[in-house]
């Protein structure tokens, strides 16, 4: 069956509105009219509730756990959509927000082809369980022309194919793509197609990745005008193995944020010699459980940010890339004398309570336990 746009097409359809009404409102619109939040925990929610949203700007749906498998069966598959267009076409929405449901792949990728008809910029899901598979769709690239996609804790049935599939959906201006907790990262890569506008890429809140999963997840020759790669909290162990990922696949990006993982100071031994990118100015090793300056770092950069570690002493130059920039806040050295470092393995207060909160924090922690 050809996808049927319609959990969109539901929110704004009178079809579907249940007669008892209930009593709270599952929608709220501000007052300047740019923000609407929905949220349908409700077991028999107010679907109307989100006519509202059609003025809004920024839109959140939360869908209360449930599934929407249901409205795939009420919709009928022989509508009219091309009624809904200029529906579509008048919303001001810029930015969307969809979670905390199950949904069949065939309804997401029905929306994304009626919010190609509207001028949405930034699409968010989170909490989301895409079951069931699709179809490619017949015209190429008829979905949203995002500049950002954000996903965060987004499952697929269709495992590592899923970003491909997902891209077919979505016209190629994407400039900034947001992966956190993905179930998978290991990307079917001769299936993904370039990203020719993406300059940043951000895989943060992947403990598990690793300098291994990078490798997949960054696939060769896909992203050509990377500048900016997030790697917060997501499993890395040294500066130099992620310097070799880099290497063998092929990009090189001017920003790298390793913060929040729990870094070893030796370079790798498996991994010698390796040749940052020449692009490469800016290096965020904050909150990374260092003792000392890793070794193998770039030889110059603009940025580097080792705040928040165990630094004992003051780096050496002969220990330092050339910088102009170098930031060491929050390190033991700077405070001598201060007992709280070794109570909180080895954190300084002020860095303990930025990090808390931080999914990063338990993996930091348990790198200073391990290296305690
Ligand atoms: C939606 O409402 C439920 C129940 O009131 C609440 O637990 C949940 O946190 C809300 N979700 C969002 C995203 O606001
Ligand atoms: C991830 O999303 C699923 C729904 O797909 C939800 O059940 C689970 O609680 C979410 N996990 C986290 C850590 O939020
Ligand atoms: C990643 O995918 C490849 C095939 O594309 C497979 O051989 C490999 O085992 C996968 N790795 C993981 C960690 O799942
Ligand atoms: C480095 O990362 C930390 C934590 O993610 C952040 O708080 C800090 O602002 C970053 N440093 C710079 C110079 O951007």
């Known amino acids: 069956m050809e996808c049927v746009p319609c959990l969109l097409l ?38 109307s509730s989100a ?26 598959p022989n509508a009219d959509l091309r009624q809904y267009i200029d529906i579509v076409k008048s919303l001001r929405w810029q930015r969307l927000t969809v979670g905390v449901a199950r949904v069949p792949s065939s309804m997401l990728f029905g929306v994304l082809q009626m919010l190609g008809y509207s001028g949405l910029r930034e699409l968010t899901l989170e909490d989301l369980e895409v079951t069931g598979t699709t179809q490619p769709p017949l015209l190429e690239s008829r979905g949203p022309d995002l500049t950002v996609l954000r996903l965060r804790n987004v499952s ?34 001769e299936q993904v197609r370039i990203f020719p506008a993406l300059t940043t890429l951000d895989l943060s809140d992947n403990p598990r990745l690793g300098e291994s999963g990078l490798v997949s997840a960054l696939c060769p020759q896909k992203f050509p005008a990377l500048q900016v790669l997030e790697l917060r909290n997501a499993g890395m162990e040294t500066p130099s193995g992620v310097c070799s990922v ?21 370079a790798n031994p498996g991994t010698p010699g390796c040749v940052w990118p020449s692009s490469l100015n800016f290096l965020n090793l904050s909150f990374a459980g260092l003792e000392q300056v890793p070794k193998g770092l770039p030889p110059k950069l603009s940025v580097l940010d080792l705040s928040c570690n165990r630094l004992n002493r003051k780096p050496r130059p002969d220990e330092l890339p050339k910088v102009d920039n170098l930031l060491l806040k929050g390190n033991p050295f700077l405070d001598s004398g201060t007992q709280e470092y070794t109570k909180n393995s080895g954190m300084s207060p002020t860095c303990l309570s930025l990090a808390m909160g931080m999914s990063g924090t338990l993996a930091l922690l348990q790198g200073a336990w391990r290296f305690a």
């Open 10 to 47: 539901l929110l704004l359809s009178p079809l579907y509105i249940s007669a008892d009404l209930p009593e709270s409102e599952p929608c709220e619109l501000d007052e300047d009219a740019v923000h609407c939040v929905c949220n349908f925990s409700d077991p028999d929610p107010d679907w």
């Open 51 to 76: 006519l509202q949203c059609m003025a809004a700007v920024d839109v959140e749906f939360y869908g209360g756990g449930r599934s929407l498998e249901r409205f795939l069966l009420r919709l009928n």
């Open 156 to 189: 697929w049935v269709t495992g590592d194919a899923w970003l491909a599939e997902l891209q077919q959906w979505l016209k190629p201006g994407l400039q900034v793509l947001n992966i956190a907790q993905a179930q998978s990262l290991n990307f079917s890569c």
């Open 246 to 266: 880099l290497e063998k696949a092929g990009v090189q990006p001017q920003q790298l944020d390793l913060s929040h993982n729990s870094l070893q100071d030796t």
